[in-house]
């Protein structure tokens, strides 16, 4: 579990296919303190530790978790935000998140207002439905709060504010048209969303 708060930035220093793909990703964490087999989301992707050293942890990325991300994420040199599995008595500052991403959205536009920087972001429809004006959702694992949600033909397209101190915490701070990020809906939305079917 983790709260979409990134503590850290990453960068992909090698990449390794062994069947799933293996990957050294160099941090700033103190790696004495992370266990193996702990969690660490990855641009919104929960994997789990298995291997370490002074300033690098492995992952190993399933063929289903390359799959369900953003095209080109897991490309050596790529920067990552990081974010260390939320433990018992720690500040709950962004919203609940799991680690599974739920689609991939493609970012439409990015504005300048005043410091910050207004995104528009066009998504399919399997995540259309969980997406509410002043509600939460999670891009490549950044908390952040919908500003307003349009019904597209097949789609949505919904807008967010970056603030000037996200933009420097997390990769956002070269966010551009173009660019391909991983939605994670509420996970209220997600529980919600069954319940209605399941009553249809």
């Given at each position: 579990?983790?709260?979409?708060?990134?503590?850290?930035?990453?960068?992909?220093?090698?990449?390794?296919?062994?069947?799933?793909?293996?990957?050294?990703?160099?941090?700033?964490?103190?790696?004495?303190?992370?266990?193996?087999?702990?969690?660490?989301?990855?641009?919104?992707?929960?994997l789990t530790v298995v291997d370490k050293g002074e300033n690098w942890f492995a992952v190993d990325v399933?063929?289903?978790?390359?799959?369900?991300?953003?095209?080109?994420?897991?490309?050596?040199?790529?920067?990552?935000?990081?974010?260390?599995?939320?433990?018992?008595?720690?500040?709950?500052?962004?919203?609940?998140?799991?680690?599974?991403?739920?689609?991939?959205?493609?970012?439409?536009?990015?504005?300048?207002?005043?410091?910050?920087?207004?995104?528009?972001?066009?998504?399919?429809?399997?995540?259309?439905?969980?997406?509410?004006?002043?509600?939460?959702?999670?891009?490549?694992?950044?908390?952040?709060?919908?500003?307003?949600?349009?019904?597209?033909?097949?789609?949505?397209?919904?807008?967010?504010?970056?603030?000037?101190?996200?933009?420097?915490?997390?990769?956002?701070?070269?966010?551009?048209?173009?660019?391909?990020?991983?939605?994670?809906?509420?996970?209220?939305?997600?529980?919600?969303?069954?319940?209605?079917?399941?009553?249809?």
């Open positions: 579990m983790f709260t979409g708060i990134i503590t850290d930035i990453g960068r992909i220093e090698a990449a390794e296919a062994r069947g799933d793909l293996r990957l050294r990703i160099g941090c700033g964490y103190d790696m004495a303190s992370v266990d193996l087999g702990a969690s660490i989301a990855c641009s919104g992707v929960c399933s063929t289903e978790s390359q799959s369900r991300t953003a095209p080109g994420m897991w490309e050596e040199g790529r920067r990552l935000n990081l974010e260390r599995a939320l433990r018992v008595g720690d500040e709950l500052g962004g919203h609940i998140v799991t680690g599974h991403v739920d689609g991939i959205g493609e970012v439409e536009g990015v504005t300048e207002v005043g410091g910050s920087k207004r995104v528009a972001i066009v998504a399919g429809e399997e995540v259309a439905p969980y997406l509410a004006a002043k509600g939460s959702v999670t891009l490549d694992g950044v908390s952040l709060t919908v500003n307003e949600v349009e019904n597209l033909s097949g789609g949505v397209r919904f807008g967010i504010n970056i603030i000037p101190h996200t933009a420097e915490q997390t990769t956002f701070d070269e966010i551009a048209p173009g660019r391909r990020l991983n939605i994670e809906i509420d996970i209220l939305a997600r529980y919600l969303g069954r319940m209605l079917e399941l009553r249809r």
